[in-house]
């Protein structure tokens, strides 16, 4: 088979050697991919947003099956139009991926059905979330309606902050059309648990669960980043509280997009806050979550690429998905000044031994050799029977990479091993 990887990140290396397991996969081509995936993949000069040029790639070299894998080409319609060829692919529709693309959506979606989240309010007028924001419970959390690379959330200690985000977004359009309206959100407390899981659109099959860690800095300090290291399983996702999120918000939202008439096939993420009132839902992705991929894919023992086809087709029911009884730590090395600003184009040591457990996110190939090219550079995988085995085994792997600049969190999964002490 000749499969298609639409992205260029760390989340998309992991898919991709995940599918080269697949013994009946020839060859995989990654759009654009990046200097480390093409260690592992064809990559292509095709951006993950130029829909035409994806289609035209795909038609040209007899593509068997797609995987649409970053938020914005799913949300402008990558999966309806090489469906629209005759390409069968991994990902929602964009009538699906709204769930995504549009928080107001999501929230609605939420309230009608009765899904459990955040009590909130959206606004088109600037003047009108302004004199909310006077009153409303502070902390409280405003977000862009729309994509927004994932930073359109900000979590405002006081009123002060408040405005500035409302102004930020819906005035000076920090987020572009993202603002145009603006999500004003109850700000709910407790652990974050971030589940990602497989659906054909009948049933849903929650992965193993995980623990992303959002700040530059050790011990949660820093600003917000795409994401510093996850741990997987999160300790504080239990038995019981996953028969809960099965019957309260995984099933009633699979359930809820198909009477919206938005069938959702292929990886529906929930971001789920474990509050004292119970699980909440803070937000939806319709796509693998990234680094949460890094650290959940490497535990799945069946065929990713099987798996895949069958939410394709609908038959995920049929289809055996299993992980193993491990644990997973990925830690993510970033350029000196992420998320900020950063310097690029420094050459990246891997040694040889450390290659498979790499995921390159940020990286790009000068004269055949791979130099740093974003702000996230890899995440650096370990697997192992226990939680502070994987974190060892991640770290020392880490310490035998580097590139110039090069800056880490030395605590990922400490939270985690603290929730099972």
Known sequence: MKLMVVGGGGREHAIIKKLKENKSVEEIFALPGNGGIAADA?????????????????????????????????????????????????GPEAK??????????????????????????????IDAALAYVETCPIPTVIKADGLALGKGVIIAQTRDEARDA?????RDKAFGKSGDRVVVEEFLTGPEVSVLSFTDGKCVVPMISSMDHKRAGDGDTGLNTGGMGTVAPNPYYTDEI??????????????A??????TFKGCLYFGLMLTPNGPRVIEYNCRFGD???????????????????????????????????????????????????????????????AAPSV????????????????????????????LKEAIDASYAMVEKISFEGAFYRHDIGARAMAAKN
């Open 96 to 125: 699906a991926a709204i769930i995504e693309g549009s928080k107001v959506f999501s929230k609605d979606l939420m309230k009608k059905y009765g899904i459990p989240t955040a009590a909130y309010e959206v606004f088109t007028d």
């Open 257 to 262: 997009m198909n009477a919206e008439g938005r």
């Open 166 to 170: 409302v102004v930020s977004m819906m």
């Open 291 to 353: 680094p949460e991929t890094q650290v959940v894919l490497p535990l799945l023992e069946s065929d990713l690429l099987e798996v895949m086809m069958a939410t394709t087709n609908g038959t995920l029911a049929e289809c055996e998905v299993k992980f193993a009884d491990k644990n997973a730590c990925c830690v993510i090395m970033a350029s000196g000044g992420y998320p900020t600003a950063y310097k690029k184009g420094f050459p990246i040591s891997i040694p040889e031994e």
């Open 42 to 90: 064809t990559c292509v000069p095709v951006k993950a947003t130029d829909i035409d040029g994806i289609v035209a790639f795909a038609k040209e070299n007899a593509i068997d099956y797609a995987v649409v894998a970053p938020d914005d080409p799913l949300v402008l319609g990558a999966v309806d139009a090489l469906n629209a060829i005759g390409i069968p692919c991994f």
């Open 242 to 255: 996953a028969e809960e999120c099965m019957r309260d918000i995984f099933l009633p939202t699979i359930n």
């Open 359 to 386: 995921y390159v996110a940020g990286a790009e190939l000068k004269d055949g050799v791979p130099v740093t090219s974003g702000g996230r550079v890899l995440g650096v995988t370990a697997v192992a029977p226990t």
